[in-house]
């Protein structure tokens, strides 16, 4: 097998973003789209310069989006949006529970999910990946974590894809879209934002070793969470917390089935799995650009940025940049180093990075393990996602065959 495969699938997803993000870079690396008055940021260096500099490109976007009542309950909890220093408060609390070593301890819990999954289906020539694998395991690990009831995965899933599906958002979303959008998925915020604080009421009521529980005792600088941020807390672990493991392990069973010899390779050798699994997120990064806003004028690129502009910075493009990465078109499973900004980039980097690369590197490798034949059943079948929203597959049917 070549270790360099021209990727070559469905326009409704792979050449269309290939297209954009060619499209995007081409009009150079810092440049203004008057049509949604943002400021485009598509270079390696550059978008890695957003990311790493909060104060100047901040990340609270809260007061350029429209207001609505579920929403700015669900952002006081939610650190993803927050500048320094109530960010380093926040994911302080939590970030002890995702550290590589706390994660690796993980690995036996989700190899039994994996099997269990993999064993529901094990009578089936053909099933939706996504339904039977992809979905379920990264909810049901981050359920447990958290102390919320496994079996109530299919209503985390539900919530999940209504909130980032995207709808109601074009390719290009702006702030009219964004409106829009707010209001249709509210009655689910606030769904969801009842539901945390019940498990919330419970578990003050009756603690255990979980998550939720810890969060309730922690402090931070000397104060407590107040329920309501422990609400934002738990919703965006719960919802956002498995949608990246969703899309990295849909998208490696299409990169890797249009990619010959793949699939067989990194079944003789399953050390090359993670290697494989860094270009995919490469490749397609599940979350393609991100939002800041500038807190005061700045140069970028040449250009001067004023303060309160919007910036999207677009790790997609950035990580096809011909000034990083050799042969950045083409998908190498053996490319390495692969410093993509999949992930992020300084303080916002993906707190749960460590979780879905364990999740997605356990669940290829049993998928390996169990089918001697794994292939995309037909790609008429496959349905995609808004990759405005997230790059990913919403139903993939495979077929399979057993050794």
């Known amino acids: 097998m070549s270790s360099k495969q021209q990727l070559s699938v469905s326009p409704l997803l792979f050449d269309t973003l290939a297209d954009r ?19 485009q940021v598509v270079d390696h260096q550059g978008v890695g310069a957003v990311l790493g500099d909060p104060a100047t490109f901040s990340s609270d976007m809260s007061s350029l989006a429209p207001a609505q009542e579920d929403f700015d309950t669900f952002r006081q909890g939610n650190f993803v949006g927050m500048d320094p220093p109530r960010h380093r408060q926040l994911r302080t609390l939590v970030s002890q529970a995702f550290t590589p070593r706390v994660v ?41 974590l958290l102390g919320v009831p496994a ?20 390719e290009s979303a702006d702030m009219e879209d964004l409106g829009r959008a707010l209001e249709a998925v509210a009655p689910t915020v606030r769904e969801m934002n009842g539901y945390v604080l019940d498990h919330i009421r419970r578990r003050r009521a009756d603690p255990g070793d979980d998550l939720t529980s810890r969060l309730l005792h922690a402090e931070v600088d000397g104060t407590r969470l107040a329920d309501q941020e422990i ?10 917390g498995h949608i990246t493991t969703t899309a990295l392990l849909g998208n490696a069973v299409l990169t890797f089935d249009r990619s010959p010899g793949v699939l067989d390779a990194l079944r003789a050798d399953q050390d090359r799995i993670p290697t494989a699994l860094e270009e995919v997120l490469r490749w397609l990064p599940p979350f393609p650009e991100v939002g800041r806003r500038t807190t005061r004028p700045v140069v970028l690129g040449g250009h001067e940025l004023p303060a309160d502009a919007l910036v999207m910075a677009h790790l997609g493009a950035a990580n096809r940049d011909a000034a990083r990465f050799t042969d950045p078109d083409v998908i190498d499973v053996t490319r390495s180093p692969n410093p ?24 290829t490798r049993l998928l390996l393990e169990r089918f001697s034949g ?19 597959v919403r139903h993939l049917p495979v077929e399979v065959t057993r050794a």
């Open 21 to 39: 993000w060619r499209s995007l870079r081409d009009k150079g690396p810092v440049h203004h789209d008057e049509t949604h008055g943002v400021w």
């Open 104 to 144: 690796q301890g993980l690995a036996p819990r989700i190899e039994d999910v994996v099997t269990r999954l993999l064993d529901e289906v094990a009578d089936r020539d053909r099933f939706d990946l996504v339904e039977a694998l992809a979905n379920p395991l990264p909810v049901i690990v981050i359920a447990e």
């Open 151 to 170: 079996e109530d995965h299919r209503l985390f899933h539900e919530w999940a894809s209504v909130l980032f599906d995207g709808e109601l958002v074009g």
């Open 231 to 240: 609400v934002g807390f738990v919703a965006l672990l719960l919802v956002a």
């Open 340 to 363: 993509h900004l999949t992930f992020g980039h300084g303080i916002h980097f993906c707190l749960g990075a460590h979780l879905a690369r364990l999740e997605a590197r356990i669940g």
């Open 374 to 392: 794994l292939t995309v059943a037909s790609y008429d079948d496959v349905e995609y996602r808004n990759p405005a929203i997230i790059v990913g």
